[in-house]
């Protein structure tokens, strides 16, 4: 039994009339297909290939998915020191942080007015035995009592600006963000150039004064910020009196206003008995280092 052979396919010759077949055409009748996309410049890979709709990668929809858990959130952008300086941001933050701090405050308060009101005593029971064992229009009375007024008002001066210069320390902690202690407004450094740059504007004030009253009080207002200066830069005395005259002078407009806040604070202060003053100065400081910060473009602890 044989097998049987499939026959051989037909010959183009034994096709009818004797022609080859022609190749396939493609359906949009171009015998060659176009050539792939050149690759860009920049990319040597060429084109990314076309999605399902021809539209390239569509972004997920929604927007992206949230990193997963684990990873820590980011942080909030820190508040920018250039932001405008106002009096009442001031004026609130001293009493914010006059309350947060209320303890030290307090305590640092009643030992600088025992302290003060001792040197008051000291210079009442000078003067009053001067004025028992003396005649005060006679010569030497007359000498004796310019001379008392001389020594405690040189105390006074020095004592002022130590005490500022604690004050200082405490509130520039305060805004630093730092935990304010007792101890701050009663650690004492650089006290040589307090003294001496205090002495400087103190006499400079006090002929001021004397010349018709608005020459010294300029001189305190351009010079309020000096003991900042020395504290928190470490500047010496002239160098830190020039230092706070071109603060006050490049933002003389705040400043006016700071003065005005200032003064009403004090007035509402002694209207309540004088007990308001308690209040009214620490909170009068810390705006003022709120304030001394601000103008220099610098941050201050929330």
Known sequence: MSSTQP??????????????QPPAQPPNGDPYPPPPAA????????PPPPSPQGEGYPPPSGGYPPPPAGYPAPSPPATSGHQPYRVGDAFQYG?????????????????YLAIMGALQLLNYGAVGDLGSTTDRTSGPGTIW???????????????SAVMQAGIARGVL????????????MFRFENIVTVIVAGLLVGVA???????????????????QFYVWFIVDKRLGAVDAIKASFRLVNSNIGAMVLFFLATLL???????????GLLAAIPVIYIAQGYTYRRL???????
Do not use: M
Not at 7 to 20: A, I, Y
Not at 101 to 110: K, R, V
Not at 296 to 302: H, I, K, L, R, S
């Open 265 to 275: 604070a004090y007035i509402v202060g002694a209207l309540l008995c004088g007990i």
């Open 173 to 184: 902690a305060i805004t630093h963000g730092h935990r304010l202690e007792l101890a701050t």
């Open 39 to 46: 690759p860009t410049p920049g990319d040597p890979y060429g």
């Open 7 to 20: 026959p051989p396919p037909p010959d183009d010759q034994d096709r009818p009339g004797g022609q080859p």
């Open 95 to 111: 009493w914010r942080k006059f309350l947060a701090n209320l303890g030290p405050i307090l305590l640092a308060a009643l030992v």
């Open 205 to 223: 004030t006090a002929i001021g004064l004397l010349l018709c009253v608005l020459p010294g009080l300029i001189v305190a207002f351009f010079s």
């Open 296 to 302: 220099q473009g610098e941050q201050v602890a929330a």
């Open 145 to 159: 009592s310019l001379l008392t007024a001389a020594i405690f008002g040189f105390v006074f001066v020095v004592f």
